[in-house]
């Protein structure tokens, strides 16, 4: 009885710090889609140079992802978890001091290395560290760090970009305040443990990065590997062409910026019972069952969202979309390392992630574009229905079920 209280202790402990820093890393991607609509405003920014911003930021996690993914089978999983959180918080905070697009850019290239290398890094070092039959559950709740992430965003956003701090704009403000996670690194250095998995795994730093590579497409996780890597693509491509726009798509649809900013927070707010929701479902009923069930939810309130033309539907498909999108991306957080053993865990995920970051990329870019060439919101955001519902058959054929499975 002592032994299991301390167990859930230490677990409570592990899902507060990683989540945390989750919070962060949420927070500073939400200020982003509101900082990109100030930026319009004040610069003069056309709807491809937007859309820019948003690739850029992906273009740098891609980059992440797969840099320190395969830096956490080599070095641990805590280290990488620190050194991204201080990159992508310095890296934030000196964005706000740039007077240039292309300086901004150049700054949000790093800020995406720190983010899209954190992530995976965070939910590996979790999967790995809590008990068989809650693994899924504590990842889901690690991921709903997420949504207070973008609540605070919106809140920041809400207050502070639209506001006067002469003879600092609004949103330099907004993004100083995300510079704040640096400090936390300190913190988490001190206190957050080692994933036991990998400290049990002696051999796996003296394999080269090569050999975790290539294992990752040998014949037992290929399959796995081009399941994930489809899944993956299709999830972030959409959520980033669309969650990037939200505040935009709004103004577009006739709503002020500080309205739109309003709209987006009560949207936000469903995030929670969708993450809640997903992380009981997801030891019940299985990770397949959560994925597809909330991927398709995600679809239909996409195309509902893209064509709304009330205040009433937009808001309540906005919230839906909310709500199934981020319950979907709990449980891709939890699934995607259950598919590989621990010597090649880190790098399977980030891999997997940097697939992901590049449809990122082209997401942002992709409304830009087709919102400059005179197509209405509703045909890019079908696009993104189609994806998903790839990402649904990929999940349906070629996914296999991980619930209580004990990890090599």
Same mark, same amino acid.
């Given at each position: #009885? ?22 962060? %890393? ?9 900082? +990109? *609509?100030?930026?319009?405003?004040? $610069? ?11 690739? +850029? ?14 830096? =956490? %089978? ?9 050194? &991204?959180?201080?990159?992508? !918080?310095? /890296? ?5 001091? &740039? ?22 890094? *965070? ?14 559950? @504590? ?7 997420? /949504? ?17 701090? $002469?003879? +600092? ?15 936390? =690194? ?7 443990? %080692? ?12 394999? !080269? ?24 693509? /299709? ?14 798509? #709004? ?38 069952? @959560? ?7 995600? *679809? ?15 808001? @309540? ?16 957080? *939890? ?11 880190? &790098?399977?995920?980030? #891999?997997? =992630? ?32 189609? /994806?998903?519902? +790839? ?18």
């Amino acid at each position: #009885m002592v032994k299991q209280q301390e167990m859930q202790i230490s677990r409570n402990k592990l899902l507060g710090v990683a989540g945390v820093g989750w919070m962060f %890393d949420a927070m500073d991607v939400g200020i982003l889609s509101f900082v +990109i *609509a100030a930026l319009a405003i004040d $610069w003069g920014l056309n709807p491809a140079q937007m859309g820019l911003i948003g690739s +850029i930021n992906s273009i740098g996690m891609a980059v992440g992802a797969l840099m320190f993914g395969v830096l =956490a %089978d080599k070095v641990g999983r805590k280290k990488v978890f620190m050194w &991204t959180l201080i990159l992508f !918080s310095v /890296a934030s905070g000196l964005s706000a001091l &740039t007077t240039t697009l292309v300086l901004f850019l150049i700054l949000r290239f790093f800020v995406g290395m720190g983010l899209g290398g954190e992530l995976p890094v *965070a939910s590996t070092l979790v999967s790995e560290s809590v008990e068989t039959k809650e693994r899924g559950r @504590v990842v889901v709740l690690l991921e709903s760090f997420w /949504a207070g992430g973008w609540l605070l965003a919106a809140i920041i956003s809400y207050f502070v970009i639209p506001a006067t701090f $002469w003879p +600092i704009e609004g949103w330099r403000v907004a993004l100083i305040i995300t510079a704040l996670p640096a400090f936390y =690194a300190i913190y988490i250095r001190m206190k957050l443990p %080692d994933s036991p998995q990998f400290t049990a795994k002696v051999e796996a730093k003296r394999r !080269s990065v090569l050999q975790n590579i290539r294992e990752v497409w040998s014949k037992p996780y290929a399959r796995s590997t081009f399941m994930l890597w489809v899944l993956w693509f /299709a999830v972030v491509f959409s959520y980033y062409g669309m969650f990037l726009w939200l505040p935009s798509v #709004m103004v577009g649809k006739g709503f002020d910026l500080i309205s739109s900013f309003k709209y987006v927070l009560i949207m936000t707010l469903a995030q929670l019972p969708g993450y809640f929701t997903a992380a009981w479902f997801i030891e019940k009923l299985g990770r397949k069952f @959560v994925l597809v069930t909330y991927l398709i939810g995600t *679809a239909a309130s996409a195309f509902v969202f893209g064509n709304a033309e009330s205040v009433t539907i937009l808001l @309540v498909s906005g919230m839906l979309l909310s709500f199934f999108n981020l319950g979907a991306w709990g449980a891709l957080y *939890a699934y995607t390392p259950e598919q590989y053993p621990a010597i090649i865990r880190g &790098t399977g995920t980030g #891999m997997a =992630a940097a697939v992901g970051r590049v449809g990122g990329i082209f997401g942002p870019l992709l409304v830009g574009s087709l919102i400059t060439k005179g197509y209405d919101i509703g045909s890019v955001f079908a696009i993104f229905c189609v /994806a998903i519902l +790839i990402g649904v058959l990929a999940v349906l054929f070629l996914g296999k079920e991980t619930k209580q499975l004990e990890l090599e």
